[in-house]
C-alpha cells in the first residue's frame, strides 16, 4: 500500500504503473478505496472482504444446493 504514496513524493503515476504491473485506472481505483486508511487497517478490509466472498459463495451453494 506504500506505492500509494509514491506520486506525493514526485514519482509519475504512469512510471510507477509500469514499474508495478497494473493500469493507471486500477491504481486510481486503489487510491480511492484505501488511499486514506492506515496499512494495517487496508490489509484487515483485505481479509473482511475476502472472508465475506468465501461466506457468499457458501451460502449461494447452500441455497442451490
Known sequence: MGFLRQ???GM???ELCRSGGFSQATFYK???KYGGIPVSEAR???EL???NAK???R???AYHG
Do not use: I, Q, Y
Open 12 to 14: 509519475a503515476v504512469p
Open 49 to 51: 472482504e475476502s472472508e
Open 59 to 61: 451460502l449461494a451453494e
Open 44 to 46: 484487515r478490509l483485505c
Open 7 to 9: 506520486p506525493e513524493a
Open 55 to 57: 461466506l457468499e459463495h
Open 30 to 32: 486503489w487510491r480511492a
